[in-house]
């Protein structure tokens, strides 16, 4: 089977319904928290995790997958790369969760009146940073446009939008997301580590 080819049965695999009604559950702070702060003083980078928040087509989507909304801030002096590469997830027994990467990149606006200082482009093209290994899919209804789109992110600026991995297994307890950020030359600024815990339906009683 070509690359392409099996790139889209395995969108189709993972979009398809779930077979059994049981979920990973959400990933959540070791306090409980749905928000997660992260920054890093020396380059004056910041992101701030948020789980349990989708909301849009499919609405089941955080059944399917591992949902996760991201806000970048680049209160530094250097521009940040923002690529599909640099993030991993594994649980406490090591196993790795790939990215789903739905597509979908940035760019510096180029019309001086524009209120938002990027252009959102729905386009593959961009760098895809690394070395951690992600999967490209063709996603269903809103998750491409309200998805993390990946670029250069200039200094003074910000980026937001929901990043996608594969499910958590069910018997997984905790899990650590680390973003290995990058400059645009591929040379490292930071890796910034949120440690993660899974919250079942019995937690939210």
């Known amino acids: 089977m070509s690359a392409s080819l099996s790139r889209l049965a395995l969108a189709a695999l993972l979009l398809a319904p779930p077979a059994c009604a049981s979920t990973s559950g959400v990933l959540v ?27 849009g087509d499919p609405d089941d989507l955080a059944s399917q997958w591992t949902v996760l909304h991201v806000l ?29 990467d739905v597509g979908g990149a940035f760019r510096r606006s180029e019309d001086p009146d524009a209120p938002e200082t990027y252009d959102r482009l ?27 789109p990946w670029g250069v992110l200039e200094p003074g600026t910000q980026m937001r939008g929901f990043v996608y991995f594969e499910a958590v297994e069910p018997n997984a307890n905790a ?29 939210k009683g």
């Open 29 to 55: 702070a070791h306090n409980g928290e749905h928000r997660l702060l992260v920054r890093d003083e020396p380059s004056g980078v910041s992101v701030v995790l948020t789980s349990g928040v989708w909301v």
């Open 72 to 100: 970048v801030a680049n209160l530094g002096d250097e521009p940040l790369l923002l690529a599909p590469g640099d993030l991993e997830l594994t649980d406490e027994r090591g196993f790795h969760y790939d990215l789903l």
């Open 122 to 148: 729905r386009r593959r093209d961009y760098d895809p940073g690394g070395p951690v290994e992600f999967e490209p899919v063709v996603p269903p209804g809103d998750v491409a446009a309200q998805a993390l």
């Open 175 to 203: 899990a650590t997301l680390v973003w290995h950020l990058l400059r645009p030359d591929h040379s490292r600024v930071v890796d910034l580590r949120f440690d993660l815990r899974v919250a079942r339906e019995r937690d």
